[in-house]
């Protein structure tokens, strides 16, 4: 593991779906979720972090945001502090403050994204930078402003553009360990990673490239088999997970939880 410990997680927040998460937000034609489906691949996957050595602190449901499950896109941690952020849509603008309390008792600093709009699953920390993507929840305004205050965190952000299409940074690609990342075959084509070995997901899995390295596991939807053959060759150990309900309104695995090494 690198001097970053990039993967050395402590302490994760979730937050319980509330049963307004059958109206959460999504890019197809998907049926509604579940939500006691939903409720029970949750509930999985909190246990998959707790058995990979994470303390989960699970938060309240709020029946008022339907996609307030997705704790990873308001609001973005590192060990040196947390940042409230401003996602792109108007129906998760007011999920940030729901978040604020908990991130400063956490956290002993938590800075606010004040101008534009950037969403936490379009950033992806890499082991020398972090990058942040452009999409239709992250513009560049919002990505400059983040740029700005991480660097205040003594991080590096690169600002990109990936393909046309791409819902988020993170939907179509994961770090699975210092040298490689994951991705979808048209997000590998489009040269963001510099040096980093880049994996493409195999034909018909390319939604198994949002997938979730905590500490010495990688968790990975349990439909998609030839990605989970792919990141065990390198020698990590693979937990599948039931995710299929909660991918019906674009979810991933990463975007359910913030992680983070306490200090």
Same mark, same amino acid.
């Given at each position: 593991?690198?001097?970053?410990?990039?993967?050395? #997680?402590? $302490?994760?927040?979730?937050?319980?779906?509330?049963?307004?998460?059958?109206?959460?937000?999504?890019?197809?034609?998907?049926?509604?979720?579940?939500? @006691?489906?939903?409720?029970?691949?949750?509930?999985?996957?909190?246990?998959?972090?707790?058995?990979? *050595?994470?303390?989960?602190?699970?938060?309240?449901?709020? $029946?008022?945001?339907?996609?307030?499950?997705? &704790?990873?896109? =308001?609001? #973005?941690? &590192?060990?040196?502090?947390?940042?409230?952020?401003?996602?792109?849509? =108007?129906?998760?603008?007011?999920?940030?403050?729901?978040?604020? +309390?908990?991130?400063?008792?956490?956290?002993?600093?938590?800075?606010?994204?004040?101008?534009?709009?950037? $969403?936490?699953?379009?950033?992806?920390?890499?082991?020398?930078?972090?990058?942040?993507?452009?999409?239709?929840?992250?513009?560049?305004?919002?990505?400059?402003?983040?740029?700005?205050?991480?660097?205040? #965190?003594?991080?590096? &952000?690169?600002?990109?553009? =990936?393909?046309?299409?791409?819902?988020?940074?993170?939907?179509?690609?994961?770090?699975?360990?210092?040298?490689?990342?994951?991705?979808?075959?048209?997000?590998? $084509?489009?040269?963001? #990673?510099?040096?980093?070995?880049?994996?493409?997901?195999?034909?018909?899995?390319?939604?198994?490239?949002?997938?979730?390295?905590?500490?010495?596991?990688?968790?990975? *939807?349990?439909?998609?088999? +030839?990605?989970?053959?792919?990141?065990?060759?390198?020698?990590?150990?693979?937990? =599948?997970?039931?995710?299929?309900?909660?991918?019906?309104?674009?979810?991933?695995?990463?975007?359910?939880?913030? @992680?983070?090494?306490?200090?």
């Amino acid at each position: 593991m690198t001097g970053n410990r990039i993967f050395d #997680f402590t $302490d994760a927040l979730v937050r319980t779906p509330a049963p307004s998460v059958v109206r959460g937000l999504r890019a197809g034609g998907q049926d509604d979720p579940d939500h @006691r489906t939903v409720l029970a691949e949750h509930t999985t996957y909190v246990d998959a972090l707790r058995a990979a *050595g994470v303390a989960v602190e699970v938060l309240p449901p709020l $029946d008022a945001y339907p996609d307030s499950i997705f &704790v990873e896109d =308001p609001a #973005f941690v &590192v060990p040196e502090g947390a940042i409230l952020l401003r996602p792109g849509t =108007p129906s998760r603008l007011g999920e940030s403050a729901e978040l604020a +309390a908990v991130l400063e008792r956490r956290f002993a600093t938590v800075k606010t994204l004040d101008r534009g709009y950037a $969403d936490g699953g379009d950033i992806l920390i890499l082991p020398d930078e972090i990058l942040i993507g452009l999409s239709a929840r992250t513009d560049q305004e919002g990505a400059e402003r983040f740029a700005e205050l991480m660097a205040g #965190f003594g991080r590096t &952000v690169r600002v990109v553009a =990936p393909p046309a299409g791409t819902l988020h940074l993170k939907t179509a690609s994961s770090l699975i360990d210092e040298k490689a990342v994951i991705a979808t075959p048209a997000l590998a $084509d489009a040269g963001l #990673f510099g040096d980093l070995d880049v994996i493409e997901t195999p034909e018909g899995e390319e939604a198994a490239a949002n997938l979730l390295r905590v500490n010495d596991v990688v968790l990975v *939807g349990a439909g998609y088999p +030839a990605t989970a053959a792919l990141v065990a060759a390198r020698g990590l150990n693979i937990v =599948p997970l039931a995710v299929s309900e909660i991918a019906k309104i674009d979810a991933g695995l990463s975007c359910m939880s913030l @992680r983070w090494r306490a200090s």
